[in-house]
């Protein structure tokens, strides 16, 4: 369920009493998401982490405010390092993913000394690890996962975790596959369509009415299927419908009408065996928009029917409808499910590489 108010420690002296190795003046403490100046800092160091990390920057003041906003607080806490001047310098973020799983931000200016950027790459771990042990506790849990990320050529960061604990456990191939304007035309409609031979439908999630709620059934079998298929995944933990709903509405990208449901005809009735949950990807400076698939999910007991192939190609034929130049994903490079075959076969190719390194903390 949501909590009324944050599992986390909203205060960072509770977590980080003293930083000895910060310069003098400097002080740890929470960003403000309604000083216009703190949005737009953390915006850029966000966009400057990411172009040292894949040579270019995708992040907007939006994303920023998924992890800083009022709202977004509910699930999230965030902490900066400020210098004498009070310019942030360095910024973390935790979000309460799932029952034992916390997500970490962790980015730190690249043109510091490396002293100094070291001592703010401990002052960010030890409030993670803090702000973990007080996660667990309200969960009740013995241990608490955080998992955060680093890209693949990001040789500082990994040596920063490395140092602090955390291991290497995942590689994901972040890909993406152009899309042409006839490829709207790949499939009879995206809206919904049904492959006869198989035996199963694709449609949208339905909306209670035009630019409406969608439907709330749809979007738990959404959620129903989505925790079938995934139960066997790596680093899979159980998240309830309510903050698996939130989560994604959270998302800048997000839009109801790039959600589908895969289901199989059988006995005069359909039950879902699949679902694609998508997103825009927007873009800067004119270029047109991307999709992006933020979940493809189909049962076994569905596999091999072409479910999910059946899926990608409504996505493509939905961006090539609205005017887009690309779907992206992610894929588990680890992973012996064969997907990333499937992704190669219809055209996806890996743009950039990123890591998954997880630390599990023991809750006091």
Same mark, same amino acid.
Request: glycine fraction near 10%.
């Given at each position: 369920?949501?909590?009324?108010?944050s599992?986390?420690?909203?205060?960072?002296?509770e977590?980080?009493?003293?930083?000895?190795?910060?310069p003098?003046?400097?002080?740890?403490a929470?960003?403000?998401?309604?000083?216009?100046?703190?949005?737009?800092?953390?915006?850029?160091?966000?966009?400057?982490?990411?172009?040292?990390g894949?040579?270019?920057?995708?992040?907007?003041?939006?994303?920023?405010?998924?992890e800083?906003?009022?709202?977004?607080?509910?699930?999230?806490?965030?902490?900066?390092?400020?210098?004498?001047?009070?310019?942030?310098r360095?910024w973390?973020?935790?979000?309460?993913?799932?029952?034992?799983?916390?997500?970490?931000?962790?980015i730190?200016?690249?043109?510091?000394p490396?002293?100094?950027?070291?001592?703010?790459s401990?002052?960010?771990f030890?409030?993670?690890?803090?702000?973990?042990?007080?996660?667990?506790?309200?969960?009740g849990?013995?241990?608490?996962?955080?998992?955060t990320?680093?890209?693949?050529d990001?040789?500082?960061?990994?040596?920063w975790?490395?140092?602090?604990?955390?291991?290497?456990?995942?590689?994901?191939?972040?890909?993406?596959?152009?899309?042409t304007?006839?490829?709207?035309?790949?499939?009879?409609?995206?809206?919904?369509?049904?492959?006869?031979?198989?035996?199963?439908?694709?449609?949208?999630?339905?909306?209670? !009415?035009?630019?409406?709620?969608?439907?709330?059934e749809?979007?738990?079998?959404?959620h129903?299927?989505?925790?079938?298929?995934?139960?066997?995944?790596?680093?899979?933990?159980e998240?309830?419908f309510?903050?698996?709903?939130?989560r994604?509405?959270?998302?800048p990208?997000?839009?109801?009408?790039?959600?589908w449901l895969?289901?199989?005809?059988?006995?005069g009735g359909?039950?879902?065996?699949?679902t694609?949950?998508?997103?825009? !990807?927007?873009?800067?400076?004119?270029?047109?928009?991307? !999709?992006?698939?933020?979940?493809?999910g189909?049962?076994?007991?569905?596999?091999?029917?072409?479910?999910?192939?059946?899926l990608?190609?409504?996505?493509?034929?939905?961006?090539?409808a609205?005017?887009?130049?690309?779907?992206?994903?992610?894929?588990?490079?680890? !992973?012996?499910?064969?997907?990333?075959?499937?992704?190669?076969?219809m055209?996806?190719?890996t743009?950039?590489?990123?890591?998954?390194?997880?630390?599990?903390?023991?809750?006091?």
């Open positions: 369920m949501i909590p009324e108010d599992r986390f420690e909203n205060d960072p002296e977590l980080v009493a003293q930083a000895p190795g910060l003098s003046g400097w002080e740890v929470s960003p403000d998401p309604s000083d216009r100046f703190d949005v737009a800092r953390l915006t850029h160091l966000l966009r400057a982490h990411e172009r040292h894949r040579g270019w920057a995708g992040a907007g003041v939006d994303d920023v405010l998924v800083v906003s009022e709202h977004g607080l509910r699930m999230r806490q965030n902490v900066v390092v400020r210098d004498a001047d009070g310019e942030i360095a973390a973020s935790a979000h309460d993913r799932a029952a034992g799983r916390m997500l970490f931000v962790h730190v200016e690249r043109d510091l490396e002293q100094v950027a070291r001592a703010c401990d002052v960010l030890e409030w993670a690890v803090g702000q973990a042990k007080v996660l667990g506790a309200a969960r849990l013995e241990t608490q996962q955080i998992d990320g680093a890209f693949a990001d040789e500082r960061q990994h040596a975790l490395a140092a602090a604990g955390f291991e290497r456990v995942r590689t994901w191939w972040q890909m993406s596959r152009p899309v304007a006839d490829e709207a035309d790949l499939v009879p409609a995206p809206g919904r369509w049904e492959d006869e031979d198989k035996g199963v439908v694709f449609r949208r999630v339905r909306r209670a !009415s035009e630019g409406g709620m969608p439907d709330a749809d979007l738990r079998k959404v129903e299927v989505l925790e079938g298929a995934f139960v066997d995944h790596f680093n899979h933990h998240e309830t309510e903050e698996f709903v939130h994604l509405r959270e998302d990208g997000h839009r109801w009408d790039h959600w895969a289901e199989l005809v059988e006995d359909r039950t879902p065996v699949g694609l949950v998508g997103a825009v !990807s927007e873009s800067t400076g004119g270029a047109p928009d991307g !999709s992006y698939v933020e979940y493809l189909v049962l076994e007991a569905a596999r091999g029917r072409g479910v999910a192939k059946g990608l190609r409504t996505i493509i034929a939905d961006a090539a609205r005017g887009r130049d690309r779907v992206g994903l992610e894929v588990d490079a680890d !992973s012996s499910t064969g997907a990333d075959g499937l992704y190669t076969s055209g996806w190719v743009k950039y590489v990123t890591e998954s390194w997880h630390l599990d903390v023991p809750v006091d």
